[in-house]
């Protein structure tokens, strides 16, 4: 049983102040977002009307505080045929950016998060040398390598 | 001659070399004139957004701003860049709060935003500036009996694309300009996992995964995409997929200005098949050397 | 003007309404320091009979000649009040209202700014009714003929109601056949009455009515007058058949070699050029199809004139326009099924085993074209069907509203699917609404039956199959809402539980009718939930679902209601018309008929002996278009004199 303490009323009227969040009110749970979602095919945990659900009962620590928000592949999916046109991955993002500026992450991993385009870019680079300077052979595992080396703090959050 | 804004965003730059050099190449024989838009910055990028959304809007607003002044259609190749900046474009203009917010900001830079400016994706521009018939009677070297996988990703259709998000053709009309058979893909626009490769490596291979299998099982020789990250994660993480999921898969993944190049009868070596890393040598061994011929004819 | 206006004011508190935040204290005791004001009072609710009978009283008693109501909108209450006036002696027109309370007490938080604002309200009032004149409102005999346009459920019951009192009338139907949406269907919920057994009676009842002139293939192409006496011209399309003389024998048909899909069996049958749409049809008369008609495009064939025995068959047939004159109109056209093809995902039209709800209505059916067997497409029998609810319905990307019909629909077909076959039956809804009589026991009768309910909306339907079980069916994904996980549901058919939507042509119908629409698309009615029949023109009604989406039940009773009115007004036998009117000052009339060009009633009309223009005034309705424009300012809006009007505008002004 879950109980329901620290039930924060305000929450769902601040997420659809956000731009892209007005329509969250609306949402009839119908699931649809959940049904077409690449990442919850995957990883069944992440579950977009959950998550919506979650935000209108006022959820905000559980939200807030859960790795679940840092899922999304903002691919729009979810967006695109949404009935009640929530805007799931603009709600998403502020989900994100609410989360950094409460603090419920750590300063260094709203950093690498920032930084993930230039780690990909890099790693991607050292990839296609390797390729050009003809060490295919050793390429197999090297991304894994250079990402985890690249990304440590990423998997601890707070 | 069609005159265009050109933004090449940092991938192009970096690691999607190829996809610069070819877009480059084949923008002369399609009449286009592709401007580098001067002093042009970083397009505020998905993961950016996540964690500092007033930054990035700002960010790209900085681009679009700049581009305004040169009164021509902002255009860009890569999907991400095009998303966000398309996106930071109708939020400033939805939410007037915003708009002023980001008004004042850039006015501290001594710049201003009016929000004029049209982001187009490379692809729609030619699919309708450049045209489908102007492109097929400059093809000298057809791609014929090619089996090309059209890959669309998220951000050329969603949130704001100019082709049906669940089902889009234009890439497919493309393919078979050049003479190549585009084959069917059901996944065509489903996510790639996009920067979540980077945090989320194992979810992310899921999705590739699943996107190699349905164009391998689909007869396709090569996938055709329209977005750097796309491109990285089908091409550089298809070893590790290959070892996670205990598969095979050898399938070049390359931009589709490169396989438009090589229809144009530009020399390969000009359109950058070098620094893909699947080599699509051996699946376009045939047209290779046509286009060297056509070439040096 | 006759005598020195004697004014009374009643400020109304409606409750709380307007006392709450007006002063009506101040407001009462300022009317009262108004000119020619001779009372001024305040009652709680002066709607009522108490509050009535107070204005009365003070008119008689008093002798007022003008009175001022300031309470709600004059379209709650204008004619309850001119009413109260009339009944004590007054003409309606020596009454104005003054609105403080949609347009000031609850508009305004302010009290302070409120009462203000209700001041200006009542001095405009006053000021303006001081100017007032007693109009004549004349009455013209209303004719009792009716027109009924559409022939489905709707038009059919509205039809027989009214010919049933012995009136006539005229019913116009588009298609070769009455008998609408509803003919098609198999079975109606929830009592599963077969909805051809029950329909046909009456439509063989509106065939033989002597009161009743059936038009069908037919259309209204212009609609002029007004309430009581409209002029309509009705378009008789060519069948090319000659009704007289055919006699229903089917042998043009039967040896007719060209074939189309058929309309009537929603695209999955086929019907022949020349045809009768359906066995059942009336008039039992058949039509050709010019588009799929040979002859017609290369001048040969002619089968259907050589087996003709009565010699009906008239190529030569040309479309007839006719005239009629009626007194009311009921509108019935009905409903749009919505196309689903738009939604890529669900794969209609890219999979032949993907249909809609009509279509299966018709596969159901023993008189359709699989003779009422439901199976795949090549004929094999289902292990599995899904059905999809809210196809287009409840979906801001198609139609937001709720369509009301679908989830029961939806069980019915669950009903005579395992009633017909051994399939799996799932229902993949979004909530159920099975709100009418005997519609939740028909939903716990279905669920007893076994059908499955799947809680969520189908993200797609897919042939890419992820293993064995899977090959060669058709995948639907959905999140199970209740079970929190998504699921893949392989199933053989899947059915497609489309909207109802308004007639592709419901924009230039509401304009041929002089009628609005609401948001959605529908006819509007006067008000939604105590005028849900009636327009805002007079003499019009709207009935069945090209006013809303409805089910049987309610289109019965709804057009059952639209005949009431008809009746109601046919047997006073006479309508009042409106008394505001233009008139023109013949000594200022320049003769230059700018107005006549620009009256849209056509109620202007030329004096060559004394070069003047003259109004009609049972036609005149006070638009005011005339007065606007006559650059003499020769014409006079009664009712709305310039004196008046700048009257007005000073008290709110000052």
């Not at chain 1, 992450?105 to 050292?126: C, E, G, M, W, Y």
């Not at chain 3, 329909?199 to 002597?210: E, I, L």
């Not at chain 3, 017609?296 to 190529?315: L, V």
């Not at chain 3, 809210?390 to 669950?414: N, P, Q, T």
Request: glycine share 6%; charged share 25%.
């Amino acid at each position: 049983m879950i109980t329901l303490n620290n039930l924060d009323t305000k929450f769902k009227y601040e997420v659809a102040e956000e731009p892209g969040g007005e329509n969250i009110k609306l949402c009839f749970a119908c699931g649809l977002c959940t049904a077409g979602c690449p990442v919850s095919e995957i990883d069944p945990e992440y579950n977009p009307r959950r998550i919506i659900h979650m935000v209108l009962l006022g959820m905000r620590e559980e939200v807030l505080s859960s790795n679940l928000i840092w899922l999304c592949s903002l691919c729009y999916t979810c967006q695109a045929h949404c009935p009640q046109n929530v805007n799931f991955a603009d709600v998403m993002k502020a989900l994100r950016n609410m989360a950094v500026r409460e603090g419920y992450v750590h300063p260094s991993f709203a950093n690498r998060i920032k930084d993930i385009d230039t780690f990909s870019q890099r790693l991607r680079h050292q990839m296609v040398s390797s390729v050009v300077d003809r060490k295919s052979e050793e390429m197999e595992l090297e991304p894994a390598k250079l990402a985890e080396e690249a990304l440590k703090g990423l998997k601890t959050k707070v | 001659m069609k005159y265009y804004s050109y933004f090449p965003g940092c991938s192009l730059e970096a690691t999607a070399v190829a996809y610069g050099l070819s877009t480059k190449a084949i923008s002369g024989p399609l009449e286009m004139e592709l401007i580098e838009l001067e002093d042009w910055n970083c397009c505020g990028s998905t993961p950016y957004s996540s964690t500092e959304d007033l930054e990035a809007i700002c960010i790209a607003a900085r681009n679009l701003a700049l581009a305004e002044k040169t009164g021509l259609d902002l255009v860009t190749p890569c999907s991400s860049c095009y998303c966000t900046l398309s996106r930071a474009n109708s939020q400033l203009r939805e939410y007037p709060e915003l708009r002023d917010k980001v008004r004042e900001i850039l006015a501290a830079a001594g710049l201003e935003y009016k929000g004029q400016v049209r982001v187009r994706h490379l692809a729609e521009v030619l699919f309708n500036d450049i045209g489908l018939e102007f492109i097929k009677s400059k093809v000298v070297n057809p791609l014929s009996g090619l089996k090309v996988a059209p890959y669309y990703g998220c951000q050329l259709v969603r949130p704001t694309g100019f082709d049906d998000p669940e089902n889009p053709q234009s890439l497919d009309l493309l393919i078979a300009t050049l003479g190549a058979e585009a084959t069917p893909f059901p996944l065509k626009s489903r996510c790639c996992g996009g920067s979540l490769i980077i945090p989320e490596m194992d979810l992310a291979l899921g999705l590739i995964h699943q996107l190699l299998e349905s164009a391998t099982t689909n007869g396709a020789q090569c996938v055709a995409t329209v977005c750097p990250l796309c491109q990285t994660n089908l091409d550089a993480y298809q070893g590790i997929v290959n070892s996670k999921f205990k598969t095979r898969y050898d399938l070049p993944v390359l931009f589709f200005t490169q396989l438009l190049g090589l229809a144009l009868g530009i020399a390969p070596k000009e359109l950058g098949f070098d620094k893909n890393i699947i080599s699509a040598e051996r699946v376009l061994a045939p047209f290779t050397t046509a286009a060297r011929s056509v070439r040096e004819t | 003007m006759e005598d020195k206006p004697r004014i009374g004011v009643y400020v109304c508190h409606c409750g709380t309404n307007i006392s709450a935040t007006v002063d009506i204290d101040t407001v009462t005791s300022y009317a009262r320091s108004l000119d020619s004001v001779v009372v001024a009072k305040d009652y709680r609710f002066m709607c009522s009979d108490p509050g009535q009978d107070l204005i009365k009283q003070d008119i008689r008693e008093l002798g007022l000649n003008r009175v001022v109501v300031a309470s709600c909108s004059p379209l709650m209450h204008e004619a309850t009040f001119r009413r109260v006036c009339e009944e004590a002696g007054l003409n309606r027109y020596l009454f104005q209202m003054a609105n403080i309370r949609e347009h000031c007490s609850w508009v305004t938080e302010n009290g302070k700014e409120a009462t203000e604002k209700a001041k200006a309200l009542i001095n405009a009032a006053v000021r303006r009714v001081f100017y007032q004149e007693a109009l004549e409102i004349p009455e013209i005999p209303v004719n009792p003929n009716t027109l009924i346009v559409g022939g489905g459920i709707a038009g059919i019951q509205a039809a027989l109601e009214i010919a049933n009192s012995g009136n006539k009338v005229y019913l116009v139907e588009r298609e070769p056949s009455i008998g609408g949406h509803m003919i098609q269907l198999d079975k109606t919920f929830p009592t599963l009455d077969c909805s051809a057994c029950i329909m046909t009676p009456k439509m063989s009842d509106v065939g033989s009515h002597p009161d009743i002139e059936l038009m069908s293939y037919s259309e209204v192409e212009e609609v002029s007058g007004y309430v009581g006496n409209f002029k309509v011209r009705v378009r008789k399309k060519a069948r090319y058949v000659d009704e007289k003389k055919c006699t229903s024998c089917g042998v043009c048909q039967e040896k007719c070699p060209w074939k189309a899909p058929s309309e009537f069996d929603a695209g999955i049958g086929e019907r022949k050029a020349i045809y009768i749409p359906f066995p059942q049809a009336v008039p039992n008369i058949p039509v050709i199809d010019t588009e799929t008609c040979v002859y017609f495009k290369t001048g040969k064939c002619r089968a259907c004139e050589k087996f003709c025995e009565a010699k009906a068959i008239d190529f030569e047939q040309k479309d007839q326009y006719i005239e009629l004159e009626v007194g009311n109109i009921i509108v019935a056209t009905g409903y749009d099924v919505f196309d689903p093809s738009p939604i890529i995902q669900y794969g209609y039209g890219r999979y032949d085993n993907v249909i809609t709800g009509i279509e299966f209505e018709r596969m159901c059916n023993a008189t359709g074209p699989t003779g009422g067997n439901i199976v795949l497409k090549g004929g094999s029998a289902p292990e599995s069907i899904a059905i999809i609810h809210c196809v287009g319905s409840r979906d801001e990307h198609y139609h937001a509203y709720c369509s009301r019909v679908c989830c029961m629909y939806a069980l019915k077909f669950a009903h005579l699917i395992k009633e017909k076959t051994d399939a799996e039956v799932y229902q993949m809804y979004i909530d159920m609404r099975c709100f009418g009589k005997a519609y939740e026991e028909f939903y716990q009768r279905i669920a007893e039956e076994g059908v499955k309910f799947v809680r969520g909306k189908v993200s797609e339907v897919t042939d890419q199959a992820i293993n064995e079980e899977e090959k060669g069916k058709l995948i639907l994904v959905v999140e199970d809402t209740l079970l929190g996980s998504v699921i893949r549901v392989p199933v053989d058919i899947v059915i497609l539980a489309t909207a109802i939507e308004a007639r592709s042509d419901a924009e230039q119908v509401a304009r041929l009718f002089s009628i609005s629409r609401s948001a959605d698309g529908f006819f509007l009615e006067r008000h939604p939930k105590l005028d849900p029949v009636a327009t805002m023109t007079d003499g019009i009604q709207v009935v069945g679902c090209c006013q809303g989406p409805k089910d049987i039940p309610d289109t019965v009773a709804q057009a059952s209601a639209g005949a009431a009115r008809v009746l109601a007004m046919i047997s006073k036998g006479k309508v009042e018309l409106e008394g505001i009117t233009a008139v023109v000052d013949e000594e200022q009339c320049s003769g230059c008929k700018t107005c006549i060009s620009l009256c849209p009633f056509n109620a202007i009309s030329f004096d060559e002996e004394k070069k003047v223009s003259r109004i009609n005034e049972a036609l005149c309705k006070g638009c005011g278009t005339c007065v606007a424009a006559c650059p003499s300012e020769a014409i006079t809006q009664r009712h709305f004199t310039t004196e008046q009007i700048m009257a007005e505008l000073e008290g709110v002004l000052v």
